[in-house]
């Protein structure tokens, strides 16, 4: 059974802090690694996706990638009121070949004004 | 922006009713997905389907499940006699082989 594991949360950081959001996973042939953003009743809308160890920035958003450790995370810097929202990990073996994308459960994210 | 398109929004019905929900995928994207996403759980693999056929399943997508690409544009997920517990919100969601884009999704309540 291949997992994806975020704490639920919720996580509550002041506006204009950074948000730290983790992920571990437990299939090492995983390749490919996504971060979606989820409001209350909507669907997951893509962040930031990265394939290779190491930093990956846009914008306010970086991803982390440590493949050998099997484990990634989002950084949101300057945390604004409009980012609380369900944060997911979602990772991958290939995604072209159609496989599937595993999801964690997400972490819950309020920033606070 | 492109983007998937789902009918109904939302859909309620009866116990042991068959219920169709349809997707109209991004043109030239080529994999095609259904999720579900059971009110405050994760979201959950159904099922991907590349070149008009399965490509993976998961243990959710019994035979009450089927997927179908009719016309060449639509992209359907039929569930053969619904129970309650197949109430939850289904996304489509289609792959241009790098990432995947999700659908607003549909709404489905048994009752």
């Known amino acids: 059974q291949k997992e994806v594991e975020q704490n639920s949360g919720p996580l509550s950081v002041p506006e204009g802090a950074i948000a730290s959001l983790n992920c571990t996973y437990s299939d090492r042939v995983s390749q490919s690694f996504f971060w979606y953003r989820q409001y209350s009743g909507k669907s997951p809308e893509l962040i930031m996706s990265?394939?290779?160890?190491g930093d990956k920035e846009d914008g306010r958003f970086t991803a982390q990638l440590n493949k050998a450790s099997q484990y990634v995370s989002l950084l949101i810097r300057d945390s604004q009121p409009s980012d609380s929202a369900t944060y997911l990990c979602a990772v991958t073996n290939s995604p072209n070949t159609g496989n599937q994308f595993y999801f964690g459960t997400g972490t819950s994210l309020t920033v606070i004004p | 922006e492109p983007e998937v398109t789902q009918t109904p929004s939302h859909q309620v019905t009866q116990m042991g009713q068959e219920v169709i929900l349809r997707c109209v995928p991004i043109s030239n994207h080529l994999y095609f997905y259904w999720y579900r996403q059971i009110l405050g759980q994760k979201v959950e693999f159904l099922v991907s389907f590349y070149n008009n056929e399965i490509s993976e399943k998961s243990e959710i997508f019994d035979d009450q499940f089927s997927v179908e690409r009719p016309d060449g544009s639509n992209f359907t997920l039929k569930i053969r006699s619904t129970k309650l517990e197949d109430s939850a919100m289904y996304f489509c969601a289609t792959s241009d082989r790098n990432t995947i884009y999700f659908g607003e999704g549909s709404w489905l309540t048994v009752v």
């Open positions: 990265i394939y290779s160890n």
